[in-house]
């Protein structure tokens, strides 16, 4: 619920600090004396729409902060949570309105923006009107609503996932049947592509391998040049190696009576034989490698030009052929044996779209039984309110157009006020005092499924008295018992029914060293038992308060307590 209220420099209101139990909360005063002020300042703490015409005359902005009192399990922290805002079991929000228009708000002291603040708002307080055009008029929410009343949103939720499931299956066999209906157009093309890429066999990394082998042969009488050079100082006339292989023989033979004195020379001489065959191996090794061969570089030339002539074919780089070959076979097969997959989408499909519209029909049941439960309820609180003769109704239409992951209806609440009229749509057939009183049956009936936690009805009673208006009273009363009501009246049967009265008085106040000598200010006053037999009484007899409407006022506090 909300529990306190702070408002500073909106409108006429420069400092207020208000607190607020459960149960109903009545805040009255004379006309222009700033109820307005309060419900806009809420509502701009709600995620209302900014305007700096809100903030008061010579200030440079305006703040409201809000905190409210919830349960742990309460769905505006889950809320939260998903944006990532720290809770730790306290909700305050805070929206400043600056004057040059620019608005700022803020979730438990940290940045949060307004849209969020907006469906925050939702989940905390609804404030209803004569002009309301939230969800209780709104056609648009009356299917939820039905819905919330009957407890039908586990089995509305397994309808929208099964709508899902049916319609992802059906965008799979649509896709697939596309695939296949140009895959066939293009059958005689896709079957020739894939011979010729077959017999290509393009493989990745052989660009680049034959353009390297080219090169090589290019340059491979130069480099045979090198090699002969190369050759020539290793091998010489042949007689160097013999030459030296003699000495290594010969120095061995006497290494023994040589105290180790050769033992150095000969292990480089060793090594120097070892190193020389090695090189004249690499050598051999190498004079193959660059061997010129016109045939296997015409070969290179055209394997290179086919890969390259493929590949603009296909427009691509050489080394993607065999990717686009592999989807091309891919292609043809699935041509080839597509058929039969698109079988087994289309019954997948089928068999998806029977499983939601049993569940949808089974919604639809349950949702028409709820309509007329709830048609039932509310035609009981409009004959007290004084719409005996008006008929309440819930419009519900269904058919396979209407599917979606709602289930197969579409529900509209419709009234009528007039015997053998035609009911209509609620917001266009009731008038302005008709639609509150319709709007309040509604939220009694709804209340203890799916509201907000706090309700705050703005001059509901408007227009009405007597009988109608202490009826009104009465179901205020009764939706106090499970919620918090903040009702703004004009009405003494409503007012008496509250557990807390507050008073709205606008005055003057002096101004010290001020050019002019007072402004207009807002205040609010909390009333106890005698301040509030005199408001109740103001309330019944105007701005001369008689005994007798004390006397009345005593009445109607005695009959109510």
């Known amino acids: 619920m909300l529990s306190a209220l702070s408002i500073r420099d909106i409108v006429l209101i420069e400092r207020l600090d208000l607190s607020f139990d459960a149960g109903m909360t009545v805040l009255t005063g004379e006309t222009g004396a700033g109820k307005s002020i309060l419900l806009d300042a809420l509502g701009l703490a709600l995620g209302g729409r900014g305007d700096a ?36 079991g306290e909700l305050v929000v805070r929206r400043v309105q600056s004057a040059d228009g620019r608005s700022r708000a803020t979730i438990n002291d940290q940045p949060a923006s307004v849209g969020l603040l907006r469906r925050l708002g939702g989940c905390l307080a609804e404030i209803h009107g004569q002009h309301d055009d939230r969800a209780l008029l709104d056609p648009v929410m009356h299917r939820d609503l039905v819905d919330a009343f009957g407890e039908l949103e586990d089995r509305r939720a397994k309808v929208a996932d099964l709508w899902q499931v049916w319609k992802a299956d059906e965008t799979a066999l649509n896709e ?65 190696e013999a030459s030296l292989n003699a000495g290594l023989r010969k120095l061995e033979r006497r290494q023994a009576d040589a105290s180790g004195q050769l033992d150095g020379l000969i292990s480089a001489l060793d090594r120097l034989v070892i190193e020389m065959n090695a090189a004249k191996a690499a050598l051999d090794e190498a004079r193959a490698t660059f061997v010129f061969d016109a045939r296997e570089q015409s070969d290179i030339e055209e394997r290179l030009f086919a890969l390259r002539d493929m590949a603009r074919k296909h427009r691509c780089q050489v080394e993607k052929l065999p990717d686009v070959a592999e989807r091309l076979v891919t292609d043809l097969s699935n041509l080839q044996h597509g058929q039969g997959h698109l079988d087994e989408l289309r019954h997948k499909a089928e068999a998806s779209r029977a499983a939601y519209f049993a569940d949808a029909e089974e919604l639809s049941v349950a949702r028409r039984a709820a309509a007329a439960e709830l048609d039932d309820q509310v035609m009981q609180e ?180």
């Open 382 to 561: 409009l004959a007290p309110l004084k719409l005996e003769k008006a008929q309440f109704m819930s419009d519900i239409e269904s058919g396979d157009s209407i599917a979606g992951a709602h289930g197969i209806d579409r529900l509209e609440f419709k009234v009528a006020t007039n015997p053998g009229a035609a009911p209509g749509s609620i917001i266009k057939v009731a008038s302005g005092g008709e639609l509150s009183r319709f709007m309040l049956a509604l939220k009694v009936v709804l209340a203890a499924r799916g509201s907000a936690p706090t309700l705050i009805f703005d001059e509901i009673d408007t227009g009405i008295g007597g009988a109608t208006a202490d009826a009104m009273g009465q179901r205020l009363a009764r939706l106090s018992d499970t919620l918090q009501v903040l009702a703004v009246t004009h009405s003494p049967q409503v007012a008496v029914r509250a557990d807390s009265h507050m008073l709205i008085t606008k005055m003057e106040e002096v101004i010290e060293d001020a050019e002019t000598d007072a402004r207009l200010v807002t205040r609010v006053t909390q009333l106890q038992a005698e301040s509030r037999r005199e408001e109740v009484a103001r309330m019944l007899s105007g701005a001369n308060v008689t005994d007798e409407a004390r006397a009345q006022a005593d009445r109607l506090m005695r009959d109510t307590g």
């Open 53 to 88: 015409a809100l903030v008061r005359s010579g200030a440079e902005r305006g703040v409201v902060t809000a905190e409210f009192d919830l349960e742990s399990a309460h769905k505006a922290f889950n809320l939260l949570a998903e944006a990532d805002v720290a809770s730790e």
């Open 176 to 240: 697939h049947a596309e695939r296949l209906e140009r895959a066939e157009e293009e059958r005689a093309w896709l079957e020739h592509v894939v011979q010729e890429l077959q017999a290509l066999a393009p493989q990745h990394g052989e660009e680049e391998q034959l353009t390297t082998r080219r090169q090589l042969m290019m340059n491979s009488e130069r480099f045979a040049e090198a090699l002969d050079d190369v050759d020539k100082a290793i091998t010489g006339d042949r007689t160097q």
